[in-house]
C-alpha cells in the first residue's frame, strides 16, 4: 500500500491530469495515483487502451475522466485542458506524453515531417499546456506541473536530432517555467529519465544500460513530486554523463558523438 495521503497540501482532494495516460510511463503513474486516492483526468491518443487504464484504477474507488486526443493540436490540447481544469480545478499536471524517433540508415537526417511531429508533441504542446496549467495554478496559488523530458536533452545526438533538439527545448522551458512560478505557490519539475522498458524504448535496437521499470519510474516521480524537486534525472549514471558532456571540449564530444550508433523498430510494430 502506497503511504501517500490521497490530498493536496492544503487538504484539498486531489486531482491529476496526465497526459500519454494509455501506455508506459504515464499509465504507472495513473495507476501509483489512483491507489493513493487522486481523482484522475487521462489523455491519450488511443481510446481503448486509456479505457482500459481507466477501468483498473477506478477499481482504486476514484473518479476517473478521460480524453482521447492529438497532441500534435496543440490548439485543442489548450481549449481541452481549460475545459477539464474549469470542470474541476487540477491540482497536479503530469505531461508525460512524448513521441521517440530517429533517422532510418539510410537517411542524412529525419524527414521533415517528423521533425515538426516531435517538435509539436514533445516540446511545443506540452510547453503549451504547461503554460494553460500555470495560468489556472498561479489564480488559486497551488498546483504542481510536471514536464517529462529526456536524458536525451543533455547532448547532440546526431542520429535523432529532432528528439534530443525537443527535449532540450522543453528542458529549457520547464527551468524558466519553475523560477516564474515558484513565487507564486505553484511548483514544476522537469523528469529525465533515462532507458524505460516501455514500448518506446523496446523499438530501440541496441545496449540500454540501467533500464528501469515504468512502475520504478512512476515511484521516482512521484517522489520528486512530493519534495517539489525541480529537477529529476534517473539512474543515476545519467547524471554522472549530463557532466561529462559538459566537462569535454566539444571537438572530442563531436568525435565521440559523430561515433554512436543506434536502430530502431519502425513505429506499429511494438505493442504497449
Ligand atoms: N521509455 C524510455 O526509455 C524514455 C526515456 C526517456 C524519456 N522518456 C519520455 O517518457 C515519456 C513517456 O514515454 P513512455 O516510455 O511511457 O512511452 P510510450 O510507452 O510509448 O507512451 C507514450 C505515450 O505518449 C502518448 N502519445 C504519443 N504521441 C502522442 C500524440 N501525438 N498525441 C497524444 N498522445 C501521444 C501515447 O499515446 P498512445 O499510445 O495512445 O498513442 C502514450 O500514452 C515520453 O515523454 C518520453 O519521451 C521515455
Known amino acids: ?78 481549449a481541452a485542458y481549460r475545459e477539464d481544469d474549469a470542470a474541476m480545478p487540477i491540482d497536479l499536471a503530469i505531461l508525460a506524453a512524448g513521441l521517440g524517433d530517429m533517422k532510418t540508415p539510410d537517411e ?60 532540450a527545448g522543453l528542458k529549457r522551458f520547464s527551468e524558466s517555467l519553475h523560477m516564474a512560478l515558484a513565487p507564486h505557490g505553484v511548483g514544476v519539475t ?12 523496446r523499438r530501440v535496437v541496441g545496449f540500454k544500460p540501467c533500464l528501469q521499470t515504468p512502475a520504478a519510474a512512476a515511484r521516482q516521480i512521484a517522489g520528486a513530486v512530493e519534495r517539489g524537486q525541480a529537477h529529476l534525472v534517473f539512474p543515476f549514471l545519467f547524471s554522472i554523463l549530463r557532466l561529462v558532456d559538459v566537462i569535454v571540449p566539444w571537438p572530442l564530444k563531436r568525435w565521440i558523438l559523430s561515433r554512436l550508433k543506434a536502430g530502431q523498430v519502425p513505429r506499429g510494430q511494438i505493442s504497449q
Open 108 to 167: 542524412v537526417t529525419e524527414k521533415a515531417e517528423m521533425v515538426l511531429e516531435l517538435g509539436l508533441v514533445n516540446y511545443a504542446t506540452p510547453s503549451a499546456m504547461a503554460a494553460a496549467a500555470a495560468e489556472a495554478m498561479v489564480r488559486r496559488r497551488r498546483g504542481h506541473i510536471v514536464l517529462v523530458g529526456s536524458v536525451a536533452a543533455f547532448h547532440a545526438i546526431p542520429f535523432a536530432a529532432a528528439y534530443s533538439g525537443s527535449k
Open 1 to 78: 500500500m502506497e503511504s501517500q495521503p490521497s490530498q493536496t497540501m492544503n487538504g484539498a482532494p486531489g486531482r491529476a491530469l496526465i497526459t500519454g495516460a494509455s501506455g508506459g510511463i504515464g499509465a504507472e503513474l495513473a495507476r501509483l495515483y489512483a491507489r493513493r486516492g487522486w481523482n484522475l483526468v487521462l489523455w491519450g491518443r488511443d481510446a481503448i487502451r486509456l479505457e482500459a487504464i481507466a477501468r483498473d484504477c477506478r477499481q482504486c474507488g476514484v473518479n476517473v475522466m478521460v480524453r482521447a486526443l492529438d497532441l500534435q493540436d496543440g490548439r485543442a490540447a489548450i
Open 190 to 201: 522537469l523528469v529525465s529519465p533515462g532507458f524505460v522498458d516501455t514500448a518506446m524504448s
